[in-house]
C-alpha cells in the first residue's frame, strides 16, 4: 500500500475590506514600545461569524468586533502597523488565509496580496472579564469634550508625582483635574453613580466611537467603554479623590469681566518676546501684565474695569494654559481673592472653570 499524505488546506476568512482598516487603526491606538513582541501587536481572531481585533499594553485595552465569513481560527500580526498602513490601499472584499504553518497570513484583495509574519495566539493576554453591571451611559463625543477642557491641569506620571495629580477625577457631575499649581472642572448633567479616577493617557481612546452613545461598566480596578461593537477597558486609579469644594475659595474681594481672546492674546505676546526663563512670573497690576525677567521689563495691557487694587502674580504658562478652553467664549469672570489665594476663572453660564495659584514672590519685584 502506498503512503497517504494528509493534506490539510489552509484556513479563510472574508471581511468588508474598509471595516477590517477601520477596526485595525482603531486597536493600533494602544500599541506601543513593549519588551513583550505581542504587546506590540494587534490580535486578530475569527470566531462564529465574526472578526475580533485586540490590543493592549496591560494598562488598557482595545477591541473591535466586525462581521466575517468562513473558517474560525487566530493568530498575531506581526509588524502591525505596517499592515495596517496596506489595509488603507484595500477596497471591497478582503480575503485573510493562514498558511497551514500558522506563521503567515496572506491578505487578498483585488489585485493586490500581502504576506505578513503571525505569532500564536496562545501568547496573548486574556482581556480582563467585565462582571460589572451597566453604571452610565452617554455620548461620547460629548464626554470627551467635557474631559479635553480640564486635562491640562495634570501632570505627567512619575515616580515622584501623587497619582490623583495624574488623574482626571469623575464625582457627581463634575469632571476636575488638580495638579497642585491649578485646577479646571465643569459642570454637567451627567451624574456620575461613584467617584472614579482615570490617568489622562487611556482617556483618548474614547475618540474611537466618535458620536456614538457608549454604555460604562465597573469592575473593579476595570471600567469599560462599549458601543456594541468597540469596546476599551482601562484601570482606574487605586487613589483617594481630590476635595474640590476644599480647594475653591469661599469669598472673593474682587471680581471683574474679560474677553478671553483679547487676554490669552495678550498673554501669547509675553510669552513671545520674553527670553527663557524657570520663572515666568506675570503681575496683574491694574489693567497691565507686567513682567521682569533677566533685569529686563515687559508688559502690555488689556481692556478690563477693575472696582479693586490687588496685585497677584502667577506663572504665565499655568495662566495661558487656564484661559485656553475659554477661547471661543465672549467674556469670562475673574475672580481674585487676595494675592496668595487661588485665582478663579469661570465661563460666563459658569459651566467650565479654572484655577491658578499666585505664586509667591516679592510684589516689590513688580513695582
Known amino acids: 500500500m502506498s503512503d497517504l499524505k494528509l493534506m490539510v488546506r489552509p484556513m479563510r476568512a472574508i471581511v468588508d475590506a474598509k471595516a477590517f482598516s477601520d477596526a485595525l487603526k ?33 494598562d488598557t485595552w482595545i477591541t473591535t468586533e466586525i462581521p466575517a465569513e468562513g473558517d474560525d481560527f487566530s493568530f498575531i500580526f506581526s509588524r502591525t ?28 484583495c483585488g489585485s493586490r496580496i500581502g504576506e505578513f509574519d503571525t505569532y500564536t495566539e496562545d501568547c496573548y493576554p486574556d ?7 451597566v453604571s452610565f451611559r452617554t455620548n461620547a463625543a460629548s464626554l470627551l469634550e467635557r474631559i479635553n477642557k480640564v486635562t491640562y491641569a495634570t501632570l505627567k ?43 489622562t493617557a487611556p ?42 469644594d476644599a480647594a475653591i475659595p469661599p469669598k472673593y474681594i474682587e471680581e ?51 472696582t479693586g487694587d490687588t496685585t497677584v502674580g502667577l506663572n504665565l504658562h499655568y495662566l495661558s494654559d487656564a484661559l485656553r478652553p475659554f477661547r471661543k467664549e465672549k467674556n469670562v469672570t475673574v475672580k481674585i481673592s487676595g494675592i496668595y489665594s487661588p485665582v478663579v476663572i469661570e465661563s460666563e453660564d459658569r459651566g467650565n472653570c479654572a484655577m491658578v495659584l499666585p505664586v509667591r514672590v516679592a510684589l516689590d519685584a513688580a513695582a
Not at 84 to 105: H, Y
Not at 166 to 184: M, P, T
Not at 271 to 293: A, H, K, Q, S, W
Request: aromatic letters at 10%.
Open 127 to 133: 482581556t480582563p472579564q467585565m462582571e460589572g453591571d
Open 81 to 108: 502597523k505596517k499592515v495596517e498602513r496596506a489595509c488603507r490601499s484595500f477596497d471591497g472584499v478582503l480575503t485573510l488565509e493562514l498558511a497551514e504553518s500558522g506563521n503567515l497570513v496572506r491578505l487578498f
Open 256 to 306: 471683574f469681566s474679560i474677553s478671553p481672546k483679547e487676554f490669552f492674546a495678550e498673554l501669547r505676546y509675553l510669552e513671545d518676546v520674553i527670553p527663557v526663563t524657570r520663572t515666568p512670573y506675570v503681575y496683574l497690576r491694574g489693567n497691565e501684565l507686567f513682567m521682569r525677567v533677566n533685569g529686563k521689563q515687559y508688559s502690555t495691557t488689556i481692556d478690563i474695569s477693575r
Open 157 to 199: 506620571p512619575g515616580q515622584n508625582i501623587r497619582e490623583n495629580a495624574a488623574c482626571v477625577e469623575f464625582s457627581g457631575n463634575q469632571i476636575y483635574a488638580l495638579d497642585g499649581h491649578r485646577a479646571a472642572w465643569n459642570d454637567g448633567e451627567l451624574d456620575f453613580p461613584q467617584p472614579f479616577l482615570v490617568h
Open 26 to 58: 482603531s486597536t493600533t491606538l494602544v500599541l506601543k514600545k513593549s519588551a513583550i513582541p505581542s504587546l506590540e501587536e494587534v490580535s486578530v481572531r475569527f470566531s462564529n461569524g465574526r472578526c475580533i481585533l485586540a490590543a493592549t499594553d496591560l
Open 203 to 244: 482617556l483618548r481612546h474614547l475618540k474611537v466611537f466618535r458620536n456614538h452613545q457608549v454604555e460604562f461598566r465597573f469592575s473593579k480596578p476595570w471600567l469599560s467603554v462599549t458601543d456594541g461593537n468597540t469596546t476599551v477597558i482601562f484601570r482606574t486609579a487605586d487613589s483617594e479623590p481630590f476635595r474640590l
